[in-house]
């Protein structure tokens, strides 16, 4: 895909929060089609362990004839899905599927989906990754912007390092 805008979307799974529900996933993907495929954008869609045979069965059916789904789990598409894209969009259901998509330092868009029960953890999360800049929520313009990338490990050692 040389020379092609791509929009990487990672996509989770149910949890105590989100149930990951067909209804809620066509929004989702409704929103990608409007504000990045009419745009020309090919997708990647990559699953995580929770994801559910029927979310990628729907994301196949909904999202297929516009790129690539992958339909085991692979961290080496993963990987890839993240280099390749310009844009990534993460499910809002996995701090740590944003964190990490963080690293690659591109635009992050969360999909946010209806709640099952009060996630106040999430909400913090959500308010401190969109106030350092890095994410901004699905369903906003789409344009490019650029951030600090998280790298923990490097941070950590550094302290260790000076002290």
Not at 26 to 51: A, C, D, H, P, W
Not at 73 to 86: G, P, R, W
Not at 113 to 121: D, Q
Request: with cysteine.
């Amino acid at each position: 895909m040389p020379n092609k805008k791509i929009v990487s979307i990672i996509l989770g799974g149910p949890n105590k929060y989100y149930s990951f529900n067909n209804e809620e996933l066509l929004k989702i993907f409704n929103e990608i089609k409007l504000k990045f495929i009419s745009k020309g954008y090919q997708v990647i869609v990559i699953r995580s362990m929770r994801t559910s045979d029927t979310s990628i069965e729907f994301a196949l059916k909904e999202l297929g004839e516009y790129g690539h789904v992958v339909t085991s789990v692979d961290k080496q598409a993963y990987l890839s899905a993240l280099a390749l894209a310009n844009n990534i969009i993460v499910t809002c259901d996995s701090t740590s599927m944003i964190s990490e998509s963080a690293t690659s330092g591109k635009p992050i868009f969360v999909a946010h989906m209806k709640t099952k029960k009060n996630n106040y953890r999430f909400k913090r999360f959500f308010k401190l990754f969109k106030d350092l800049g890095i994410t901004r929520d699905l369903g906003e313009a789409v344009e490019s912007w650029t951030y600090n990338q998280i790298n923990e490990t490097e941070r950590i050692a550094n302290i260790i390092n000076s002290k």
